[in-house]
Nanobody, 113 residues
Framework: QVQLVESGGGSVQPGGSLRLSCTAS????????MGWYRQAPGKQRELVAS???????NTADSVKGRFTISRDNAKNTVYLQMNSLKPEDTAVYYC???????WGQGTQVTVSS
């Protein structure tokens, strides 16, 4: 069983920044590819960014150059630094170990003037 706890969401104006955190239980965290997903109202959940155990990253084109994923294996935590936020980034953000059945509860990000 893996528990995932996301935090760091909130409401910001366009152009603002937020840093999301996701802390996972379990000793296997450092071996897993971790992803940040988001789901906006009425839309499908989409992968925003992922990071391997060794730190290699992939980022969706829609957020490339604005969002950065990172991880601290010693803290069992993965981060998503979000800069230059846009209204279309408004969504619930989830962390997820890829190829697993585990999801966190999500954290709401709202970008609005």
């Amino acid at each position: 069983q893996v528990q995932l706890v996301e935090s760091g969401g909130g409401s910001v104006q366009p152009g603002g920044s937020l840093r999301l955190s996701c802390t996972a239980s379990g000793s296997m965290f450092r071996l897993r590819v971790m992803g940040w997903y988001r789901q906006a109202p009425g839309k499908q959940r989409e992968l925003v960014a992922s990071i391997t155990s060794g730190g290699s990253t992939n980022t969706a084109d829609s957020v490339k150059g604005r969002f950065t994923i990172s991880r601290d294996n010693a803290k069992n935590t993965v981060y998503l630094q979000m800069n230059s936020l846009k209204p279309e980034d408004t969504a619930v953000y989830y962390c997820h170990p890829l190829a697993s059945m585990f999801w966190g509860q999500g954290t709401q990000v709202t970008v609005s003037s």
